[in-house]
């Protein structure tokens, strides 16, 4: 062991070196709490501007969306999903893996560039017109952008030479981007160019079969904005250039929406506008009042028949060893949009509301300023972000800490308030307290409860949180 001689300044300037050093590693070092002053999330709602022309934010969700920085746009009808949107929409993709699941979907993933000639020979190449993305390689051979993906899953069943009636139906999913050149998008997420739809398509061996299957993908579109807390209306739609014989809408009913809708105020008919006769005002099922409504469309369900299995002979050996044709259908959701209108539907003007299990966290910690009579609870905040997970494991990953310890807990509350995360606990004097108290806020929808309570209830009422 070397010994050395020094000064006391040469000792104190070696420690404050040492100190600094470790300054500098903690800053790089993560202990894993997640901790809002290292989000990158650019918000604007205090100075009440935002990225984009004031004409064009014409709903609430988008003007929301874009102040609160979940969204930013990229160019018309694109935008960026910025961290905690892209953990709700995560949150929804599970969600609906979930359902798709259920009925035995399989998830499977095609290629968005796809080539021409297979849209050629549906007719659809030009049937879509200007609304589909067209574009040539270096060797002058065309493409398309898919905004749907009928021709391309019906040649890769095709090819299937060998293909058993034991072997249907066959359920293939999957949630990818999808473009289309809208003329004029609009509205944020709810029309874009570039958005995220899930495309589920079946094969069947018979008519009766498919419309089993159909009824059965219904239901699982039923579980999905069930599980979300949405009021939605199934509608009877025009299949439009998709095709086939059967065709439903799930809308969710807004001021916003671009689609008209008849629904019957007795039973559970409903109609997009554009399905039924102009002059049509009772219900065909039971002949009551039709009444009319905007909705948001958010889902699309088709009974395609052999609309696209006949131009691509997709085909399977029958009981008697005969080709016979499979019948299709295919069904959207609309992944960014449905994202939206659920803002769209639930938020009040000022603040955004989400469906509870897609909310990009489920708990927000404010803990007291700095300086503040409170301060030492400061300690009690960051214990309470430890404790909780290791309580409810399924909050691991959930929770926030708003450690903006420079501001106030009034204006870190109204942020809170603002990004709507389902459950903001303030860590402020009452935690200091002989009789300890924290203060949890539940806000859903329309309805915000306050409730001061111990560490004990403060746990047992998240325990009631759902998570995906």
Sequence with gaps: MRVFTCTSAQLLALFNREVAHTCVLRRYVHDGRLRVSNMFQPMSTRQGKVSGKGKELTCKSQRLMLQTGLIRQAHPGAFHLMGPALRAVEKLVRLVDQEMGAIGGQKVEMPTLTPGELWKATDRWDTMGTELFKLQDRHKADYCLGPTHEEAVTEIVAAQSNLSYKQLPIKLYQITRKFRDERRPRFGLLRGREFLMKDLYTFDTSEETARETYEGVSQAYSRVFNRLGLDYVKVEADPGDIGGSLSHEYHLPAEVGEDQLLVCSKCSFGANKE????????????????????????????????????????????????????????????????????????????????????????????????????????????????????????????????????????????????????YVIVVGKQALEEDQRFELIHQTGQQTQTHHVSREELLQLLSNCVTI
């Design 275 to 422: 399905a039924i006769a102009a002059d049509q005002t009772s219900c065909p099922s039971c002949s009551g009042a039709l009444s009319l409504t905007q909705g948001i469309e958010v889902g699309h369900t088709f009974y395609l028949g052999t609309k696209y299995s006949v131009v691509f002979n997709a085909s399977f050996l029958n009981n008697k060893g005969q080709p016979q044709l499979c019948e299709m259908g295919c069904y959207g959701l609309g992944m960014t949009r449905i994202l939206a209108a659920a803002v769209e539907v639930l938020s009040l003007a000022d603040q955004i509301r989400w469906p509870g299990v897609i909310a990009p966290y489920q708990v927000y910690i404010i803990p007291p300023k700095k300086g503040s009579k409170e301060e030492a609870a400061a300690q009690l905040a960051e214990e309470l972000y430890d404790i909780i997970p290791q309580e409810l494991p399924h909050l691991k990953g959930e929770i926030l800490l708003d450690n903006r310890s420079h501001m106030t807990i009034g204006k870190r509350l109204k942020d809170a308030n603002v990004l709507g995360y389902p």
